[in-house]
Structure formats: C-alpha cells, structure tokens
C-alpha cells in the first residue's frame, strides 16, 4: 500500500505540474484584474496647506499606494469648475482648476504613476456643465455654434404672458428638472443641479467636442475613463411627460414618483458609448495597450450588461456594479449568494466581473455595515474574480466622518429621493495622529478628518502587523497570485447568515466565509462542497475573527470533532496549503503539503 500511494502521489503531482504547464487560458488584459483605487482629491492629501487636497498630494503618497498592491488609480474631477456640485459641474474640460494644481502638477503625477507601473484612470463627465462656463454664456445668448449646445424648450404657454414647465421631468435633486432663463427667455434642462445645465447630443458639434475632449486627455496619458451618469446623457426629443408611478411626499424630492422612461437607459445611449470606446481602440492600437472605458450606472446586471456590446460591436469595457454598496445589514447570506451568481451569471461569456464596496455618494462599509465587518467586506472585494475598486481609506477600515450642519459643504443630496449630505464620506484620509490626521497644516480642513484618527490612521496600521492596513495587502498580494487571477468560482449560502466562496486552480483552494450576522456560526463548509478537506488551514483573517495566520481549521463535524466557528461579522480566508505569510506556497512547499493531505484523505466527514 505505502508504493501505491507513493506512486498516486507522484502522478498527482506530475499532473499538477502538467496542468500548469499546458494552461492555455488566455491571459486577462490589465484592466480585467485590476486593484483600483478611488480618489476623492479634495480629501486624499494637501501638500500646500490650504486644507484641500491636491494633486501633488496625491503624487507624495504614490508610493503608499503601489505598496498597498494597488495596480490603478481613479481620480475624481480635477476640472475647472465653480465648485456647486463639488467638482461634477464642470466649467472647463481641458483645465486644471487651481484649487488641484497646475497641468505641471499634473503631468508629474502621470509619470510618476506610470513609472511605478500603475495605471491612471480618470472621471469623464458627459452628461452636463457649468452654467457659469463660456459654453452656456454664448448659447444663452444665442451665439452660433453654441446655440443648441444645451436642451432648450419655450415651455407649456398658460396665457398671454406665462408659460410653466415643458413637462413633468424631475432633477435627481429634487424638484423640476427645467430652470427658467430671463435672458433667452426659454427653459433649459438639468437633471441635476441648477446650475448643471445638459449638454444636446443631439447636436453634431457637442458630439465631435466631447470625443475631442477624451483625445485631449488620452493625450496627455491617461489609460482610461470612468465615464459619470450615462444613463442620463441622452432625453427623449418628444418631451413627453413620465408615467407618475408614486404619490408626491412633500418634501419636494420626489425623484422616484416617476418612471423614467425617457430620461434615462435611452438607445442612443449605448450608441455613444459604442462610439467613444472605437476611438479609445484606435488609440490602443497605436501602442498595443488597451485604453479603458468604464461607466457609473446603478441598474441591474440585465441592464448592465448592454453597455458591453459584443465581439461584432464593441461598447464599454466595464460597467461599474453597485451591488455591495447598496448592501445593508438587512440582508441576508443566501441574498448575497443570489446577488453575485446573478451579475457573475449574466455576463458575457468570458467577460470577468467587478466588484465596488464604497464610494464618494454613499456612505462607507465600515459606518454602514459595522466597523467589525470591512475587514470580511474587503476579502470579497479583492478575492472574487474580475475587478475589485476600493474607495480611498477602505483599506484601513476609514469610517465616515460626523458632519455638522455647519460645516456642511455639498450643497445637494445623495439624490434619487434621498435627502442625506454626501460629505460625511468625503471627508479626509486619515494618515496619522497628528493634528488633521496629517492631511493639512491648515488649521482647518475643507471638511472634519473623524475624531477617531488618533487610533486609526496609515501609521499606526502600518505599524500594526494585525491591521486592517495589513490585512488589506495580504489580501492585494493573494489577488496577484494565479488561484485568483485564474481560479474558478463556486458561490454558496452556508446558513442564514453565513456566505462562502471558493477559488480553485489546478490543485489548490481557498474558501472565504463571512459571518453577516450578529451571531457566532459554525463553518460547516463541507457540508456543501464535498471536495474540500476537513480541515483547512487560516491565510488571512478579520481582525474580530479570533483566529490566527497558519490556525488549522475544521471545516465538518467528525469523529466527535465539531466544525470551527466565525465570530458576527468576521471573515476568513482558508487554504487547502498551510501558510504563514505572504500568498499561497511555492510549489516547492506544495509538494510538501500533497504528503500532509494524503493522510488528510482517509478521515471521514458526517
């Protein structure tokens, strides 16, 4: 018997080795697997003491960034802009504005991006302007071409002397999406702000003016655009009123009374974005390196999934899916199991998904589902397969920030019926227990860092080997290796309020369980994927989890012997190998391990 065994051993490992060596899968391009990086400039770091951040703030902490694993950065709106919706109502697409640095500034944080090998992706804002930018002004006056630059109507004529709006359409902030101009004497649309009038893409111009502004960018160096609010850049030309489908609340922000039938998701939509990423494929082509076209859209999967286009037409690249940042406690495991097999279920096939747990309108994981569970949060971000984006501070647990009335600066709403401030989210990165968390010098920050900053910032985290900091990079660097970048996927509800997934790749697997609940629960994994061992052993692990790097875990009731147990929400991340740092062992080592699981083999799970 011990011959026979010896021998399975061997041809299992040479089956091992061939396996990897025949791997014909084809090789993900960049942004399939990227790690990327939200940053809110405003609040990322101030290197001039102004108490803004800025972009040469951003190029001091480059190095923090690459050594967190992160493989690109996104920043938000740098644009010229009055500031009303805090960046997004752009009055200049092709400048700086002051308040972030200059085009210097800014070209010395694409090199040095780009010679740490990171990519640079940027915000793209389509949808709309300043009202305050030349482009308005001259199409207020009537100037030739800038005429029908924006979406003008004379309105619904009452009498002799008054009109009201041209139909029932809503702003996303509340209340008439149409603004009254005395000086055209005509309404102009905006479904955002006021002051954010919508650009006509109806008009040939616009059109040709905003590929441009794309080329100008390109030009500079940028790989890519997260494009904002597609599915509002184009509006139904009838201008019919949208069916009314709520009851008004009052309150004046009653964007969900009606279905937007003709204000969002229209054709001509997908028929822009088709156009805008052939442009970016001929910029991929001069160099052989893909430029990326990513878009902001909070719809379901089904919809989703019709940006993308197919092989004979060519659309975006990634649309972004929100479904962990629309996450409460509320929900359930086998309601997270539905949401990931559903948007991972009707993707293309061979298109890779992605995954957004936070972002700059929405509160963070850490204050809306437990500072305890962003730990559990990040391991489902980074370790699913696809594209994991992680908003500025999630990396060390980063909470939202109290902000008084006072000190309020959005002046808007979370939108879509909500009447929440935004700012709590954007407040300031959290770097040391110094005075501001070490953002700025000025006496005052733009907005307040969390009173909490003494305890958690970057320094003490780094210095912390039990961190959320650290765990974050022991995480980045699991993603790095092939069991995530090319493993399969297998998704399961292992109770109520337990949920499992595995990643496998040729013989190795981890399995990472994340307690929602508020409970203790056992981690019976066994119970439904049959081809995990008993036992198996701790890579990395939340902070609240109560188990340790390299801790045997049992994964099924035998013998007498009871499964392992998860603390309320905590994470782990098990392996098939035992480890003690890093990623997964060299093969060396898993030669080793193969011996140590032949005897694991002939225990038996009941």
């Known amino acids: 018997m011990g011959i026979i065994r010896q021998w399975i051993l061997w041809a299992v490992t040479f089956i091992g080795l061939w396996g990897s060596t025949l791997q014909s899968d084809r090789q993900p391009d960049w942004w399939e697997t990227t790690l990327m990086y939200q940053i809110y400039p405003r609040s990322f770091k101030d290197s001039n003491g102004d108490g803004i951040g800025d972009l040469r703030g951003i190029y001091e902490k480059l190095d923090y960034i690459k050594d967190i694993g992160v493989d690109t950065v996104w920043i938000q709106p740098f644009y010229e802009s009055p500031m009303v919706d805090m960046g997004y109502d752009v009055s200049d697409f092709e400048k700086i504005d002051p308040m972030f640095g200059t085009m210097e500034d800014y070209k010395e944080l694409v090199r040095g991006i780009h010679d740490r090998g990171m990519k640079l992706v940027v915000d793209f804002v389509p949808n709309h302007m300043s009202a305050k930018s030349d482009w308005f002004r001259l199409s207020e006056d009537g100037v030739e071409p800038y005429k029908d630059f924006f979406i003008w109507n004379s309105g619904k004529t009452l009498n002799d002397t008054h009109t009201t709006y041209p139909n029932n359409w809503l702003s996303v902030f509340g209340g008439s999406a149409w603004t009254?101009?005395?000086?055209?004497?005509?309404?102009?649309?905006?479904?955002?702000?006021?002051?954010?009038?919508?650009?006509?893409?109806?008009?040939?111009?616009?059109?040709?003016?905003?590929?441009?502004?794309?080329?100008?960018?390109?030009?500079?160096?940028v790989d890519g655009f997260r494009i904002d609010a597609i599915k509002h850049v184009y509006e139904a030309s009838h201008l019919k009123d949208e069916p009314v489908v709520g009851t008004p609340s009052g309150t004046g922000n009653d964007f969900e009374m009606l279905d937007h039938i003709y204000t969002q998701e229209q054709p001509e939509n997908y028929v822009l974005?088709?156009?805008?990423?052939?442009?970016?494929?001929?910029?991929?082509?001069?160099?052989?390196k893909t430029r990326f076209l990513a878009t902001e859209d909070y719809a379901t999967p089904q919809k989703l999934v019709k940006y993308m286009g197919n092989s004979s037409y060519p659309n975006v690249h990634l649309p972004f899916f929100f479904g962990f940042v629309r996450w409460d406690i509320n929900k359930n495991a086998k309601q997270l199991n539905k949401m990931i097999q559903e948007w991972t279920h009707t993707l293309p096939k061979g298109a890779l998904p992605n995954w957004v747990l936070d972002n700059h309108d929405n509160p963070r994981v850490s204050s809306r589902l437990t500072p305890e569970s962003v730990d559990a949060w990040n391991m489902m971000a980074l370790l699913l397969p696809g594209t994991a984006c992680v908003y500025y501070g999630s990396e060390i647990g980063m909470e939202d920030s109290p902000v008084r009335d006072d000190q309020r600066k959005d002046p808007n709403n979370g939108g879509m019926g909500r009447s929440d401030s935004r700012d709590p989210e954007r407040a300031p990165m959290l770097w040391d227990d110094t005075k501001n968390a070490g953002f700025t010098t000025n006496d005052k920050p733009w907005l307040p860092v969390n009173p909490g900053y003494w305890r958690k910032n970057v320094k003490v985290q780094q210095q912390d080997p039990n961190s959320h900091l650290n765990i974050f990079k022991r995480l980045s660097a699991l993603r790095k290796t092939p069991i995530i970048k090319k493993g399969t996927l297998n998704s399961y509800a292992l109770s109520e309020w337990t949920y499992m997934f595995t990643r496998s790749h040729e013989k190795e697997t981890i399995a990472v369980l994340v307690n929602l609940g508020t409970e203790p629960d056992p981690i019976c994994a066994k119970r439904l994927d049959s081809s995990l061992p008993d036992t198996m052993f701790v890579h990395t692990s939340s902070i609240n989890s109560g188990l340790k790097i390299g801790d045997k875990v049992r994964i099924c009731e035998a013998e007498g012997q009871v499964c392992g147990e998860l603390r309320p929400r905590a994470g782990v991340v098990l392996s098939t190998s035992h480890v003690s740092h890093g990623a997964l062992l060299s093969y060396s080592l898993y030669l080793i391990f193969l011996t140590t699981a032949s005897t694991l083999l002939s225990w038996k799970c009941y």
């Not at 102009?188 to 100008?216: G, H, I």
Request: hydrophobic content about 35%.
């Open 180 to 221: 009254w101009s005395e000086k055209r004497k005509q309404y102009y649309y905006m479904q955002f702000a006021p002051l954010q009038p919508d650009l006509n893409y109806r008009s040939p111009v616009v059109y040709q003016k905003m590929m441009d502004v794309m080329k100008f960018w390109l030009d500079t160096g």
């Open 273 to 288: 974005t088709h156009d805008w990423r052939l442009m970016l494929d001929e910029y991929s082509k001069k160099d052989g």
